[in-house]
């Protein structure tokens, strides 16, 4: 079976359908129409058409895929409608091949009954009462009305007495049995769509739609926090993809290389500086009293012998040298090859602290010096720190992360 015509029939006022024919002579219906943009709607189909012409009917799924994805551009109201159109009709080709409804093709019915509401306006308070007293005659449970014609954006106390009026109105024809939908079309801003939804708390309004525009959608969560009344949206999103910034975001799962209280303490309240803090993990995240300083980045000039001595062999040498500060290290470090975590002296003179070289390449083929080099400790005179070179199975992570690499 092959697809041998498509048609399309604009009808009055705002309506447009599409014919979908096959060479076994199935005819299968869509509806692709955007509210005021019927003509648009219609040249899209054309141009769509040309993809399925000549091809399987009961391919839906390739289709679809064609026509949403296979060009540059994609989505949008007029694109997205004429699709969902032509899909129908697809739909409708095959339930009428295969002597199955629709639903029974994809997957059956979940449900015997479903509640609707029926539209009343809302625009004329005057007959509203009138509509609403018809439709209950006719069985509806629910009604769904404009918030307001024109409005501001943030309404005037006026403004918003008059919407609340017309719904407590409603509430009223309806009583507490029934239900009342407020429809807001996104003529509000956040401000004032939270101003309206607290006066429309009271009467407890089945849900409001649309608060604000789609593009701005964003902003619904904070309306959700501060309002009990539920929110609907969806009539201007066209896609799957488009409903997921406003989904609330996922819990951060707790960082096991953050750092202990104390050192949060410490470093928010020593002075601000403009020195690089290379992120730790678990084998080199210091204890709470190492009070350890992150190296500087910056290029500077080759330190002279003499502070080549006080500050250690391990930012000119491959090797460790002894020192007469040895002290300071930690005697498992040498023991158990864990990254070294000296203390300086708290006396220690910015001033005084030799520039920075960074370090070079370990002796050890295809080995890096250990994470303790992202923490080198610098002082001044004999009580600077030393740190000796270990290999170490990390790569050259961490030797770009001194600006070594």
Known sequence: MKITRVETFLVP????????????????????????????????????????????PLRIQDHWQVM???GFYRGGPVLSSAVA??????????GKTYGAPVHALLGGPVRDRVRVYAWVGGDEPGQLSEQIAAQVEAGFTAVKMN?????????????????VARVAAAREALGPGRDVAVDFHGRFTAAGARRVLAELAPLHPLFVEEPVLPEYSHQLAGLVASSPVPLATGERLYGRAEFLPHSP???????????????????????????????????????????????SRSRSPPPTSSSRNRVGA?????????????????????????????????????????????????????ATPCGGTRRLLRGSGDRA?????????????????????
Request: hydrophobic share 30%.
């Open 314 to 366: 391990s930012t000119t040498t491959r090797t460790p040298t002894s020192s007469p500060t040895s002290s300071t290290r930690r005697p498992s470090d040498s023991s158990t090859g864990t990254p070294c975590a000296a203390t300086p002296p708290d006396s220690a003179s910015p001033s005084t602290r030799p520039p920075y070289a960074p370090p070079t390449a370990p002796a050890t083929p295809g």
């Open 147 to 163: 918030a307001a014609g024109a409005t501001s954006p943030i309404p005037t106390p006026a403004e918003t007495a008059a919407i």
């Open 249 to 295: 975001p996922a819990s951060p799962s707790p960082n096991p290389t953050s750092p202990t209280p104390a050192a949060s303490r410490r470093s928010t309240a020593s002075p601000p500086s403009r020195r690089p803090t290379a992120p730790s993990s678990p084998r080199t995240a210091p204890s709470a009293r190492s009070h350890w300083r992150p190296v």
């Open 385 to 405: 720190a030393r740190h000796r070179h270990r290999p170490c199975p990390r790569r050259a992570l961490d030797l770009a992360a001194v600006g070594g690499a």
């Open 13 to 56: 006022p705002r309506w447009l359908f599409c014919r979908v024919e096959t060479d076994e002579g199935v005819v299968g219906w869509g509806e692709p129409v955007v509210e005021g943009r019927a003509e648009v709607v219609r040249a899209a189909v054309d141009v769509l058409a040309e993809l399925l012409v000549g091809q399987d």
């Open 85 to 94: 159109g032509l899909d129908q009709a697809l739909w409708d080709i095959a």
């Open 68 to 70: 949403s994805k296979g």
